[in-house]
C-alpha cells in the first residue's frame, strides 16, 4: 500500500529534468527491477543550491527520489552525504518493505553526484 505521499511525488515530481551545466552528476541503476536514476547537482558556497533528477523505474523509485531532491537542497555537502534511505522512507510516509531497495537508489545516486563534484577540482570550500 502506497501513503498519499508517495502517491504525490510519483503523480507531480519535484525538481525532475536535467541541469545544462551542473557541477556533479550521479547515476545508478537496479538491474533487478530495471529502475535508473541519474542526479544533477549544483554547488554554491558549500551547499546545494539545485538538485535535479531523471528516472525510469516503478512509483516508489521515481517519488523516493522526488522527495529526495526537497530534502538535499539548501543542505551543505556533508549534510547531503549524510541523508540515509530511512530519512527517504520516513518523509514518505513509509514504504511497502519490498519497496525499501528503492530508497538506496537516490541516495546512491546523490553521493554519487557529491563525490564528482569533490573529484572535478570545482570545489571552492572543504566539505568537512
Known amino acids: 500500500m502506497y501513503t498519499s505521499q508517495l502517491i504525490d511525488h510519483f503523480q507531480n515530481p519535484r525538481n525532475a529534468g536535467v541541469i545544462s551545466e551542473p ?35 516503478c512509483p516508489a523509485s521515481i517519488a523516493t527520489t522526488s522527495v529526495l531532491t526537497e ?11 549524510n541523508i540515509d534511505e530511512m530519512e527517504v522512507v520516513e518523509a514518505l510516509g513509509g514504504l511497502p518493505e519490498a519497496k525499501i531497495h528503492c530508497s538506496n ?8 553526484a557529491i563525490m564528482f563534484y569533490l573529484q572535478s577540482g570545482k570545489k571552492k570550500f572543504n566539505y568537512l
Not at 72 to 81: H, P, Q, V
Open 23 to 57: 557541477d556533479g552528476v550521479g547515476t545508478i541503476g537496479d538491474p533487478e527491477c530495471g529502475d535508473f536514476i541519474r542526479i544533477y547537482i549544483t554547488v554554491n558556497n558549500n551547499c546545494l543550491s539545485n538538485v535535479t533528477f531523471e528516472a525510469c523505474g
Open 105 to 112: 537508489l537516490g541516495t546512491g545516486a546523490l553521493n554519487q
Open 71 to 81: 530534502l538535499a537542497r539548501g543542505k551543505t555537502l556533508k549534510e547531503a552525504l
